[in-house]
């Protein structure tokens, strides 16, 4: 198996489309992913979530992971009341959700949310302007889907998305990795915790949380590192999410499986108070067999 993880990480190296600006992947980060030691940290009703500690990017990285299949989890946008203080944890918990990661961007002094967000149709906050050098894209759900878009805009994004998020920047499309050599504005080019999110062309739901901050045991990645971990885990699309102290991957059973930097200790006890969240819901029967209807017929 390790084997055949190193063929296809050698030929991955060959077609990956990047120009002079974007971090070139070595034959060495792509040994070292294809052959990485994953921790299973939870593997159960079609959900895994696993954990490694990867020595890439002349740095030590330590990736957290979860995947399921939209077929048997919903994904959901799940915000904040007005004034609450909560983790992203807790608002996995409140609605009996079996993983989450955390949201989008958010104003610290009053934790409202500074990008744009849509639940049931909607509107819940049109975001900050000053967010636009970031927040190029968005992740819709149900089914997820990540696209990109201007920020300014989103309030004209088609209804048929009822519940949306703005975040950013995006990451991959259509199995590209985006070109974020020239990117400006602070945190984009230096190594920090970081979260995204994005899905596979089978239909998996992928969410990823990068460590960092912590030398030689979670040194952090900036975004276009980030994109070639989107790329080596097969993303069609995906799209960055607050990261920082936000970074915070969670599942049922196990909890936190990352580490987040607030608490600055290399451990699972550093969560930090968000103000939304995206989580996977388990569909019972009757919803799995109205997924599998609404797809049959799109």
């Not at 990117?183 to 992928?206: C, D, E, L, M």
């Not at 460590?211 to 979670?218: E, V, W």
């Not at 980030?226 to 885990?233: A, D, E, P, R, W």
Request: hydrophobic share 40%.
């Amino acid at each position: 198996m390790k084997r055949l993880q190193l063929l296809v990480a050698l030929a991955t190296l060959s077609t990956l489309t990047l120009t002079a600006q974007v971090y070139t992947p070595t034959e060495a980060d792509l040994v070292a992913f294809a052959n990485a030691e994953w921790k299973i940290l939870h593997d159960k009703d079609g959900l895994t979530a696993k954990w490694a500690q990867i020595n890439m990017f002349d740095s030590t990285q330590s990736i957290s992971v979860v995947e399921y299949h939209q077929s048997d989890y919903k994904t959901i946008v799940v915000q904040a009341e007005e004034g609450e203080r909560i983790r992203t944890s807790d608002l996995a918990e409140r609605l009996g959700a079996a993983a989450a990661i955390n949201g989008s961007y958010f104003v610290v002094k009053t934790v409202r949310p500074a990008t744009y967000v849509r639940l049931n149709g909607e509107q819940i906050a049109a975001g900050e302007r000053n967010e636009d050098y970031r927040v190029n894209g968005v992740v819709a759900v149900e089914p997820l889907d990540v696209f990109s878009h201007e920020h300014a805009t989103c309030d004209t994004i088609d209804l048929k998305y009822k519940n949306l998020l703005a975040a950013g920047p995006v990451l991959m499309e259509n199995g590209e990795m985006i070109d974020h050599g020239n990117a400006q504005g602070y945190g984009i080019r230096q190594r920090h915790p970081r979260s995204f999110i994005g899905y596979k062309t089978n239909g998996n739901v992928v969410m990823v949380t990068v460590d960092g901050r912590f030398p030689g045991q979670g040194d952090g990645v900036n975004l276009t590192e980030m994109s070639f971990v989107s790329k080596m885990l097969g993303m069609e699309e995906s799209i960055n999410l607050d990261g920082g102290g936000s970074a915070t991957l969670w599942v049922e059973e196990y909890g936190i499986c990352n580490h987040p930097s607030d608490n600055k200790t290399f451990d699972n006890g550093g969560e930090r108070i968000v103000t939304n969240a995206i989580v996977a819901v388990r569909r019972n029967i009757w919803q799995r067999l109205g997924y599998a209807m609404s797809n049959f017929f799109r």
